[in-house]
């Protein structure tokens, strides 16, 4: 019997996950090493399957809604906001002025919250885990604030077609405000304590470089696209909602590794923190739900939402028929677009940095296999 | 070689930036809740399981009139309920109101479409139990039981 060795090969195959730490979910990878080199990573995907998008097919359209925040449970009021966008399209129904600007008070908060609990992971990831327990403890003064509105701490299901289920009151703008404060007063540490550390920038400087070009032919959007310099967002590229009418950046970087998307995200926070700030000075009065007819049925024919999630950009594509269950709908996630990158991106990388490269790439596992 | 030990200083000096950070963080008031013995307040719009709620002209009677509207409507067909027609009383009286909260989502829907508003979110988050049957909560007996 001849052995690998003597053929003069001596790869293995390593089995990462699909129940692995730095996996953040149930995601497979096979990894054919070589010593401590990847050569070949193979992500296996569909542990996690639900049949989100049929299951679209199957029932009404209301009956959906606490669907699109299982997807992703970190960004799950963007979720709810494609979602109740792309029926509205279809429908041509309005949403009240007062609701669009509750929509992105709460789905900005909610990216704050997706983005802080990354940053604790991709640093837990590499080993060091003081910062998720300082990430943590601002994520928790989120998740109360958008537990006193939406009445839940992470699936939400707060929007409805024509506006949002609860107005928000004098309490939330207050806590909102003094929450922007904070988190302001905190940006400089995190800089301390994670960026400016030699061993993290050891870990992702110069780690996962890609190109323009390679994210275009992999289709990659957010923040892991905008380190390479492209600054595509969809509320400026295609802008949905209110987000016109704020003043904020698009932050880019360059390099196009892990730092680069890991700068991207933490100068998003500042400009989340910009948006709330604008949609709570500018926030009309008036209702917060428009006159929808209870029976609605979705016409025939096809409409298109796309939003932009903490991971890049979520599109919704729903065909209706004249009734009320739609004849399909189709989720195209950032997230599936990001790990397709993962075999050409960390061939002949090591180990070690493969996990950096996951984690950069911010990956939420349901939503991929949804 | 300049660069090297350039390197070693600045690299030894962001460590000891990090440590005073979380040196600083040591004086702090704690965050952490010691959970089972503390608790912190639930926001009164926390939306747990739902409930039968009382009419407030009448505190003996609950609003459900059984037009089972909450049974059609549920994403997940976790409600199950039934009325009878009784001699002497007008409408329908709820004989069953039955919440399969293993498949609950919490989505809101009954509350929002009951014509009576006779549904509203409890304050429970603590759920515990080892067999199925002991989430399939029995509303008309909980509102009873209240009495």
């Known amino acids: 019997m001849t052995t690998m060795a003597e053929k003069g090969e001596h790869r293995y195959v390593l089995n990462m996950g699909p129940q692995h730490p730095s996996t953040h979910g149930v995601l497979r990878v096979i990894l054919e090493m070589e010593g401590e080199y990847v050569m070949d990573p193979q992500p296996v995907l569909g542990y996690g399957h639900r049949m989100h998008e049929k299951m679209a097919e199957c029932r009404s359209w209301p009956n959906f809604l606490p669907n699109a925040a299982r997807m992703d ?148 959007t957010g923040p892991v696209l905008r380190g390479t310099g492209i600054p595509y967002d969809i509320r400026r590229a295609e802008p949905y909602s ?17 730092m680069a998307s890991y700068l991207v995200r933490v100068r998003e926070i500042e400009q989340s923190l910009r948006i709330i700030e604008q949609a709570l000075d500018k926030l009309p009065d008036g209702p917060f739900m428009a006159k929808v007819p209870k029976k609605l049925k979705l016409p025939a024919g096809d409409a298109c939402y796309a939003v932009e999630s903490p991971r890049g950009e979520l599109v919704y594509h729903l065909t209706g028929d004249g009734s009320d269950t739609p004849y399909r709908m189709k989720i195209r996630v950032p997230s599936f677009s990001n790990l397709s990158l993962l075999p050409e991106l960390c061939s002949g990388m090591l180990l070690s940095d493969l996990c950096a490269c996951m984690g950069s790439l911010d990956l939420v596992i349901p939503e991929i296999d949804r | 070689m300049k660069e090297y030990f350039a390197l070693i200083f600045t690299g030894g000096k962001s460590l000891i930036i990090g440590m005073m950070i979380t040196l600083r963080e040591l004086f702090r008031p704690v965050v952490t809740v010691q959970y089972p013995r503390e608790k912190l307040p639930i926001s009164p719009n926390y939306r747990g399981h739902t409930i039968l709620i009382r ?71 603590r759920h515990v139990g080892f067999t199925r049957e002991e989430f399939h909560y029995d509303l008309l007996a909980m509102v009873e039981e209240e009495k």
């Open chain 2, 55 to 125: 009419d407030d002209e009448k505190p003996e009677k609950h609003r459900c009139i059984s037009c089972k509207m909450c049974e059609r409507e549920c994403p997940s067909s976790c409600i199950d309920l039934a009325g009878e027609k009784r001699e002497g009383v007008k409408g329908m009286v709820l004989v069953r109101y039955q919440l399969d909260f293993t498949k609950c989502s919490l989505c809101g829907t009954c509350v929002e479409i009951c014509p009576t508003d006779a549904l509203d979110y409890s304050q429970e988050y």
């Open chain 1, 242 to 258: 209110v987000y016109p009418e704020f003043d904020f950046d698009i932050p880019t970087e360059t390099t196009g590794d892990c």
């Open chain 1, 73 to 220: 449970y970190l960004a799950a009021l963007i979720y709810n906001h494609g979602y109740v966008g792309v029926v509205e399209r279809l429908a041509a129904i309005e949403a009240t002025p007062r609701a669009e600007y509750i929509r992105v008070i709460t789905s900005e908060l909610n990216r704050l919250q997706s983005h802080l609990l990354w940053l604790g992971v991709l640093v837990l990831d590499l080993g060091a885990f003081t910062p998720i327990m300082y990430t943590f403890e601002d994520r928790e003064k989120i998740l109360d604030i958008l537990e006193d509105v939406t009445g839940s701490r992470l699936t939400y299901c707060y929007m409805r077609v024509g506006g949002v289920v609860r107005d928000i009151d004098d309490k939330f703008i207050e806590r909102t405000r003094e929450y922007i404060k904070w988190q302001r007063s905190r940006m400089p540490m995190y800089d301390k304590l994670v960026t400016g550390n030699i061993i993290f920038r050891k870990r992702i400087e110069e780690i996962g470089e890609f190109t323009p070009d390679m994210a275009r032919r992999y289709g990659l």
